[in-house]
């Protein structure tokens, strides 16, 4: 064996126990994160929302990263990843015991603050997470190490959405049937049995969460620090601002347009799937189908990159992808339809790995400011999705008043409302063709 293969395999082996343990922290956010597919039609039958309103779900959570990601980056500077991954956790268990005075009182903007809360733990998590695991090996094979991540997220989030989906969905179709026919003192009854249903589970979240916490404080991570800025060749002269990375701002743009599409391929299938009057009962499982086809595709990912394909490949066949699924989406209708949204997750799973370190490289000193800004464009989880739901309430009216049944109106409205995936995935190929090239001549 040669040095430097001996040195390959220490290498590996130093950073399998450190790649273990983000990934579990990924798996942690992932549960969180895609329990909101159940979350949006459960918070939309007990405080009565409309579409746009049932949407906000999706936003108090993702919101929280433009509000913490550049505090995060700070804390993280003063405190270093590993409390501040353990700060996080903790975080996000108070978040979660905010879900029991939100169920006692019913309170929509209560949950939401629950939401907010735990968004800003998981900001902490992201913002320490996402640079570690891009820096802890090669630039070159950082978008293998996310996939990885991105299997761990997806399954635990195919875990969160089918448990919640049981806990929380179980029997709603009937007790909607029954607050169509009920008075206002039963309708209130039900309603707030309905909302109690989620303590218990949000109570063994918060201990969960807690409990791990404190625990990472004794894990195993080691320093990590990015790949310095390259000396400048004569002429040339030394990056000393952020803004001379526009490379990094069209990646942030792209990951906000990602994120926003992710989300609507993730937490709009289960209210699409009811509102093509496919019966709960199975609609509850269509958050799992995107989530399955992402981890499929993530498993290729890990497989293909960096040996077989590299990771601006990898994203040009993902934006490709996107806009033939989307163009699909609107052009079928029935089940048809709900499988092309979760064919979404075969578009959407290399995305991410592949922009991150398209995005940070050659950052040197830049790179937790670059990754903060970049978590900041998970802040398209909270826009896109109300713009969808504000196409569809939009498209839903026009529909009505042109004299179809309310139940066709919403089918079609919510079909139309994926019009708004197919520039977002337009954007994200230019990035993977030039965006990400962009002033790389001048680094």
Known sequence: MTTNQTESNTSKNNTLVPIAIIAGLFFIFGFVTWINGALIPF????????????????SASYISFVVMALPASYILKKIGYKKGMSLGLIVMAVGALVFIPGAAARTYWIFLAGIFIQGAGMTLLQTASNPYITILGPINSAAKRIAIMGIANKVAGGLGSVIFGAILLSGIGGIKEQLATVGAEEKITLLNTM???????YVIMAIVLFILGLLILKAPLPNVTAQPIEVPKVGHKTKTSIFQFPHLWL????????VGVEVIAGDTIIAYGIALDIPVERAKFFTLFTLMAMVATYGLGVALIPKIISQAFALRISAILGIVFSLCIVSTSGFISVLFVAALGIANALVWPAIWPLALTGLGKFTERG????????????????LYGSLVDNKKETYIASAITEASATAQAATFGYWILVPCYLFILYYAFWGHKTGSKKN
């Open 43 to 58: 918070m939309k039958t007990i405080n009565e929302l409309t579409d746009t309103q049932s949407y906000l779900v999706a």
């Open 195 to 201: 909302a109690d249903s989620v303590v218990m589970p």
């Open 371 to 386: 990754s903060a800004l970049l978590i900041m464009a998970i802040s398209g989880g909270a826009i896109l999705p109300l």
């Open 251 to 258: 990646g942030v743009f792209a990951l906000f347009l990602y």
